[in-house]
Structures are given as structure tokens and as C-alpha cells.
């Protein structure tokens, strides 16, 4: 009986195990496997090869290496492997855990060196500037507004040419007096907060002030809207707390109509002329042009005013004129909307057909619009083609003076470069306006706070607005590499190139050209570098980009 007992508590053992065994999990390969590549030299190519894989049993891993040139060795998950000049490659790494199928991963590379070709002899737009509107913080903050930090960063460091203010529209919280050709300095408001909390033209002062002592090549003003005893609904926005909208221009408009008042256009043509008189009064700086209406077509809740282009061109020959009666040298844009193409261009033709409104438009403004154009086949590119070609039969060029909603990491830098490379390139833009150069937090509506952090965006802008400077004309540059888009301007002598590589590897490149100068200095933007000044390389010489970044090559000083 006993033995009977102990051969069944046998067998039941034995039972157990073998169903343990069943439940045992099999063995898992490993999973996750991801190849990359880094190129870190040339002469000769070397790139740094790293594979990321995770094991679910915590199984040790070997890798098998093929470095597409018939060398094949075990080594770790991480190799540097130098290659001949002039090669398409496909690099394999076979990861294992020495139980299953070892789990493949492959990276093609490139040895070949791609080229850029400038053609100085092919001239396109003349550049005006880069800028950003604003001071230190917005207005419609506490302030500061300006600071030795401030100023030394955003002319010295990042390099504006162009800064946007907006009008203060209460300057003149009600009528001077009965004559608009007669401006009483001594009736406008400079002190008195009426703005809905926006700061007033003396608490301005003094950034308007630090930016004409730091040499600020121009300002541009724009109209949000014009003070709100000339409006129909007397508000300076549209009267609601939070509603945005783009209501139809209306010939019947009532006290909640967000329009100027059309027997008010003369004394509205008197306040620009007294700001633009107050600003050299007090900060002795002149205004470079000046913008009627901000966006005309939208009713915000904050400063604006909606015109069609009717209206907009009727009021357009009633600034134009008293500008040209009160001497003023002041260039005029319009219509500085954003949007859909119809939209805009509904602003832009009826001032263009009338050969009276043509004669006081002086550029043609956009707002931030299609920025992912890369070839001219494209539909972005082919909008900004349009839009240039507007002003372009009368010689009348085309600006972009806002933009935003670029986050401030390397994503959003790439893709403002791009947008910036695309109006450049095919719309010929002269001149190009980032929405606020400075806020109270880093995101997609600033390049910077106002404690001085930047974001990725203020360092790709700084590799256009530094070293592209006024007067520069761009010149024909090539690239056959879709991921390589190339902008080349000439400036008395010096020739400036930037290169974006859009792409998701590191490319190799060379500068070809006649009377190319002898050596250029290079400033790249990537995931690790801020503008970072890399080395000086010969004309000839081949340098990397790396991917999803922005290169400047300047052969100045």
C-alpha cells in the first residue's frame, strides 16, 4: 500500500512539471530594433553606426555587422566604420540573442558628395530686412519693454534690420479738433491708459528710444485700428470679450459695426501723420512705412477694423495724399491680410486695377501664408508666385510682415526654415517679419522671452537675419538633392549661402561656382547646435549637413 502511495505522489510530481513546463514562456527575440546612422567626417567618409533593441527575457545580445563594402564582423551596438569615397550603401546589423532568428536592420548611406551650384550672374529680389514685431514683453503685459540684454540680443545676436510697432490708437481718444489738416500736439494723449489695458506711447518710449540708439536699420508700423471715436461701434475691437470673426464689409452699418466711419478718413489720415511726427519728436526715429489696416478683412476682439478692397483702396488714396501733402517719406503697404488666396487677393486688386490708389502702394504685404512649398510644381510655391506676381508687373514688391505658430523646438525650426526658404525663393519676398520677437513664455508665437531664453526658432532665424543684411541680392543657387534647399545672396563682395537639409540624413555637399570667394565660415542650427559657428572651409571643400538642419556659409568678416 505504501509503495502504491509513493509511485502515485510520483506520478503527480511528475504531472506538475510537465504542465509547469507547457506554461513556461518560449523564448522572445528581440524587438524594437533600430538602426542609425551619424556621419562624423569626410576624407574619408566616417559615420558612427548605433542600433537600440529591447529583450523581453533580459537575454545578452550579440551583433553581426555588414558594412555594404563586403567587410562582415561581430562588434557592439555601436561602430564607427570609415568608407571609400563615391558609394551607395546599405549597412545591416543582425541583432541576436542566441536562442532565436537573429532580427535584421538596415540604413542606407551615401559617400557621394552632392553639389551646389551659384550662378552670380542670375539676379533676383534685393532684401530689405528680417525682424519681428514688439518690444522685450507685449504690450498688453506689465512690461519690461526694453533692456540692455534685450536690445544687445535681439541687433547684436539674432541681427533685426526691421522692427514692427503697431499705432497706438489712443494717442487721440477724441478729436483734436475740428479741422483734420491741423494737428494739435498739445490735445494727444500720451499717458492716459485706454487701450484695453495695452501700454501707452510714453511707457513705449523708451524701447523706441534703446532701438534707434542701437542703429535699427528700419521701422514699419502697422494699424490695428484706428482710434474708437472714428468707428462705428466706438470700440477699439469688435466689442465681445473672446469672438473672432471675418464679417462681410457692409455699406449699412450700425453701432455694432466694426468699421471706420467714412466721413472720418481725413481725420484717420491725421493720426498717422501725428504718429509718425510724435515718434521723431520724441525718439527722433523715422518710420520706413507704415500699414493702414492689420489684417482687414478679420474682426477681433481685440484692435481691428474690417474693410473690403473697396474700402480699403478709397481710404488708401486719402492717407496716400496727405502723406505726399505733409512731405512725408514714408513708403505705404497694404493689405497685410492672411488667409485664403481669394481673400487677400479680393484686398489687392481693386487697389492695383485703380491707377490713382497704385500710385501711393509702395509694397504689397502678406501674412504668414504657405510654407511647405519646395519645388515650383508645388502648390504653396505656386501661391507665392501669384502673390509676387501681383505687385510685380508695377514694380512693386512683395513683403511678409507676420508669422507664427513654429514651435520653438528643432521640428518647428525646420519647418519655419522652410516657409522662409519657400516666400524667398518663389515668392521673392524683400523682406520678411516674424509676429513677436520677444514674450513672457517660450512657444510658437516667439522667438524669445522676455527673460532672454530662446527657443530653436530664434536660432534658425538668427542663420537668415544675421548674415543676409540689407541690400543683399539673391542670386541663383541649385541643388539636385530634393532634401537640400539652397538660397545664395551677393552683398558688396560677400556672398552668403544657406542650406536646409529637410531630410532624415547627413548629407555631404560642395559650393561650385564662378568667382566664388576664397573661403567661407559656416553657422549651423541642428537638434544640438544653436547657430554654432563650425569650422572655416575653402570654396572647394566638401562639408556635411547634418538632417533637420540649417546651415549658413558667409564669406565676411
Known amino acids: 500500500m505504501k509503495r502504491n502511495s509513493i509511485i502515485l505522489f510520483l506520478l503527480a510530481l511528475l504531472a506538475q512539471l510537465v504542465a509547469c513546463q507547457k506554461k513556461t514562456t518560449p523564448n522572445r527575440p528581440p ?66 540573442d542566441n536562442k532565436a532568428q537573429p532580427v535584421e536592420a538596415r540604413i542606407g548611406i551615401s559617400t557621394k558628395i552632392g553639389e551646389v551650384a551659384l550662378d552670380y550672374t542670375k539676379k533676383f529680389q534685393k532684401i530689405e530686412g528680417f525682424g519681428g514685431f514688439g518690444a522685450q514683453d507685449v504690450y498688453w503685459s506689465g512690461g519690461p519693454y526694453t533692456s540692455p540684454r534685450f536690445v544687445n540680443d535681439v541687433m547684436n545676436d539674432l541681427g533685426i534690420t526691421i522692427l514692427r510697432e503697431n499705432f497706438v490708437p489712443d494717442i ?110 520724441h525718439a527722433d526715429l523715422d518710420v520706413y512705412a507704415f500699414s493702414i489696416q492689420n489684417e482687414p478683412r478679420f474682426s477681433q476682439f481685440y484692435g481691428s477694423c474690417v474693410y473690403n478692397g473697396a474700402a480699403l483702396r478709397d481710404l488708401l488714396k486719402v492717407v496716400g495724399k496727405r502723406f505726399r501733402e505733409e512731405k512725408l517719406d514714408v513708403k505705404l503697404f497694404v493689405p497685410e491680410d492672411v488667409g485664403w488666396f481669394d481673400g487677400i487677393q479680393s484686398l489687392v486688386l481693386p487697389i492695383i486695377n485703380d491707377p490713382e490708389a497704385r500710385q501711393y502702394v509702395d509694397i504689397i504685404a502678406v501674412h504668414g501664408y504657405a510654407f ?21 508687373p508695377y514694380k512693386i514688391p512683395l513683403w511678409m510682415t507676420e508669422t507664427s505658430g513654429f514651435q520653438p523646438n528643432i521640428s518647428g525650426a525646420m519647418k519655419l526654415a ?88 547627413d548629407k555631404t555637399m560642395r559650393i561650385k561656382g564662378n568667382n566664388l570667394p576664397a573661403q567661407f565660415k ?36
Request: hydrophobic letters at 35%; aromatic letters at 12%; charged letters at 25%.
Open 522 to 557: 559656416q553657422f549651423r542650427t541642428s537638434e544640438s547646435d544653436n547657430c554654432k559657428e563650425i569650422s572655416t572651409i575653402r570654396n572647394n571643400e566638401a562639408f556635411i549637413l547634418p538632417a533637420n538642419s540649417v546651415t549658413t556659409l558667409y564669406s565676411g568678416s
Open 31 to 96: 524587438e524594437g530594433v533600430k538602426l542609425q546612422a551619424k556621419l562624423l567626417k569626410i576624407n574619408p567618409f566616417t559615420y558612427e553606426f548605433s542600433v537600440t533593441a529591447l529583450d523581453a527575457d533580459l537575454d545578452v545580445l550579440t551583433y553581426e555587422w555588414d558594412f555594404g563594402e563586403g567587410t562582415k564582423r561581430k562588434g557592439n551596438d555601436r561602430e564607427v566604420f570609415s568608407f571609400a569615397d563615391n558609394q551607395d550603401l546599405v549597412i545591416k546589423v543582425f541583432v541576436s
Open 172 to 281: 487721440e481718444i477724441e478729436n483734436d479738433n475740428n479741422n483734420p489738416k491741423v494737428i494739435d500736439f498739445s490735445k494727444l494723449n500720451l499717458d492716459k491708459k485706454v487701450n484695453e489695458g495695452h501700454a501707452t506711447f510714453n511707457e513705449r518710449l523708451p524701447h523706441y528710444k534703446a532701438m534707434k540708439a542701437a542703429g535699427i536699420n528700419k521701422l514699419i508700423v502697422s494699424v490695428w485700428t484706428p482710434p474708437s471715436w472714428m468707428k462705428w461701434n466706438n470700440h477699439f475691437g469688435n466689442g465681445t470679450r473672446d469672438q473672432t470673426s471675418a464679417p462681410p464689409y457692409t455699406t449699412n452699418p450700425n453701432s455694432q459695426t466694426n468699421q471706420l466711419k467714412v466721413e472720418n478718413y481725413e481725420e484717420f489720415a491725421e493720426a498717422c501723420v501725428a504718429y509718425i511726427r510724435l515718434l521723431k519728436m
Open 372 to 392: 511647405d512649398g519646395i519645388t515650383a510644381a508645388s502648390l504653396d510655391a505656386q501661391t507665392w508666385q501669384r502673390m509676387y506676381n501681383w505687385g510685380a
Open 418 to 505: 522652410v516657409g522662409m526658404y519657400t516666400a524667398l525663393r518663389f515668392g521673392n519676398i524683400e523682406a520678411w517679419v516674424f509676429w513677436t520677437l520677444s514674450s513672457g513664455k517660450l512657444d510658437e508665437y516667439c522667438l524669445m522671452t522676455a527673460s532672454g531664453e530662446k527657443g530653436k526658432t530664434y536660432y534658425a532665424s538668427k542663420n537668415f537675419y544675421r548674415y543676409i543684411r540689407p541690400n543683399a541680392v539673391r542670386v541663383e543657387a541649385e541643388s539636385p538633392d530634393n532634401d537640400i534647399l539652397p538660397l545664395a545672396f551677393e552683398n558688396n563682395g560677400v556672398t552668403t549661402v544657406v542650406l536646409v537639409n529637410k531630410g532624415t540624413t
